[in-house]
C-alpha cells in the first residue's frame, strides 16, 4: 500500500521511472516547472523586475530553515559550497588545524588544503572523531559522503562542537532526507540541486551562535546589505545584522524555482521524506543482504551497470562502483527490478 507521503511526493514530480540517481541531480518539482517557465517568460517579454525576486529568496530562505531546523535569520544564500569552505577557511587563525575525512568530497577538502596558512590533517571517516585533540581547531565534513552514503554521527560531533571544537558541516548530499538541526554546528553549507530538487546555482549556509565574532564577511557584495537597495552605493559598509551579511547576489531564476521545490519538500516535511527514502534505499539492500543502513544512498561494486542503463535505469558510478539514491519519487518497482538486476551479475 502507498503511504500517504510518497503519494504525495509523487505527486509533486513528473514521473521519471527508474531515476536512482538524486544524489547527482535531483528531478524538479512541477512547481518550479511552472515558476521557470513564468519568470522565463517575463525576461522573454521584457518584465523582468529585479526586486521581485527578493520574495523568491525569503521563500527559499524560510523553507531552508524549515527543512534544516534552524531560524531564516541564520541561513545565508551562496552560489557553491566551496564558497562556504572557502570563507570558513579564510576566516582561521594562521596555523589553525583543521581535521576532515580524506575520502570526502573535494568541495570540503580543496578550500582547507589549499590554504598554506592552515595545517590540515586528513583521517578515515570511520575513525574521524576518534582522532581529534586539543591541537584540533576545526572538523570539516559531509553529513553523508558522496561516494557511497556514510554518515557521520551528527549528534557526536555536535558534542564534540559544544566542547570548543569549530565545526563546518557539508550537507549537501543529507539535507531534504535527514535530519540536520543546523543550529548544533558553527557553519553548514549545501548545494540545492540534488536532495531539494532546485536548479542548480543556489547554495545554503547556516550560521551558528557566536560564529558572526569569527567568520568573516569577505565575499561581501551589494546583496549582504542591510537594505540592498537602499545601500547599493558608496560607503560606509552597511551590511545586514544576521546571516545575510554572508548573502551572495542570487541566481535570480534559479532561486525563483529552489523556493517553490524547498516550499513543497518542507511541507512534506524532513523525517516523513527520509523514512520513505532510507526506506526504498534499505529494501534494496535487504535484497542483496546487505546491512541495513540510516543512508539514502546505496554503493554496490556490480559490473551491472551496462544492464542497467539498457533497461533504462538511471545511476552514477563513483569511486569504481555503482551509486544509486532513493528518493520519495521512486517506487517499489524499480528498487526490487535493480536489485534483481545486480544480483544477476557478476
Not at 573535494?106 to 590533517?121: I, Q
Not at 547576489?249 to 523514512?275: K, M, N, Q
Request: charge should be negative; hydrophobic fraction near 45%.
Amino acid at each position: 500500500m502507498t503511504s500517504d507521503i510518497e503519494t504525495a511526493g509523487m505527486s509533486l514530480f513528473e514521473p521519471v521511472p527508474r531515476y536512482l540517481n538524486t544524489a547527482a541531480v535531483g528531478l524538479p518539482t512541477r512547481a518550479a516547472l511552472a515558476e521557470l517557465d513564468r519568470r522565463i517568460d517575463e525576461w522573454r517579454t521584457g518584465r523582468c523586475d529585479p526586486p521581485s525576486f527578493d520574495a523568491d529568496v525569503a521563500g527559499a530562505r524560510s523553507a531552508y530553515a524549515d527543512i534544516v531546523g534552524t531560524d531564516p535569520s541564520s541561513v545565508a544564500m551562496v552560489g557553491a559550497v566551496s564558497t562556504a569552505a572557502g570563507l570558513v577557511a579564510a576566516s582561521l587563525p594562521e596555523g589553525s588545524v583543521v581535521l576532515a575525512a580524506q575520502e570526502d568530497f573535494t568541495s570540503v577538502l580543496f578550500p582547507f588544503l589549499a590554504d598554506d596558512r592552515l595545517e590540515t590533517r586528513l583521517a578515515p571517516l570511520d575513525v574521524l572523531l576518534d582522532r581529534v585533540d586539543d591541537d584540533v581547531s576545526l572538523i570539516a565534513v559531509s553529513a553523508a559522503q558522496s561516494a557511497d552514503g556514510r554518515v557521520i554521527d551528527l549528534d557526536s560531533l555536535a558534542e564534540i562542537g559544544a566542547q570548543g571544537v569549530r565545526t563546518y558541516v557539508d550537507t549537501t548530499q543529507a539535507a531534504g532526507w535527514m535530519p540536520i538541526h543546523a543550529s548544533r554546528f558553527d557553519v553548514t553549507a549545501c548545494h540545492s540541486y540534488k536532495w531539494l530538487c532546485a536548479p542548480r546555482g543556489v547554495g545554503f549556509v547556516t550560521i551558528g551562535k557566536g560564529v558572526a565574532g569569527w567568520l568573516r564577511p569577505i565575499n561581501a557584495g551589494w546583496y549582504a546589505g542591510d537594505d540592498p537597495w537602499q545601500s547599493i552605493y558608496g560607503p560606509p559598509v552597511r551590511l545586514a545584522g544576521d546571516a545575510r551579511r554572508y548573502d551572495l547576489s542570487p541566481d535570480w531564476f534559479s532561486v525563483a524555482g529552489a523556493a517553490r521545490s524547498l516550499e513543497a519538500l518542507a511541507r512534506l516535511g524532513t523525517s516523513a521524506i527520509g523514512e520513505v527514502s532510507v526506506g526504498l534505499a534499505n529494501r534494496f539492500r535487504a535484497h542483496l543482504d546487505i546491512e541495513p543502513s540510516p543512508s539514502a544512498i546505496v554503493s554496490v561494486g556490480s559490473t551491472a551497470g551496462e544492464r542497467l542503463a539498457a533497461e533504462g535505469f538511471v545511476t552514477s558510478s563513483r569511486a569504481g562502483r555503482i551509486r544509486l539514491s532513493f528518493y520519495i519519487y521512486n517506487t517499489v518497482d524499480d528498487v526490487d527490478r535493480a536489485a534483481e538486476i545486480i544480483a544477476g551479475s557478476p
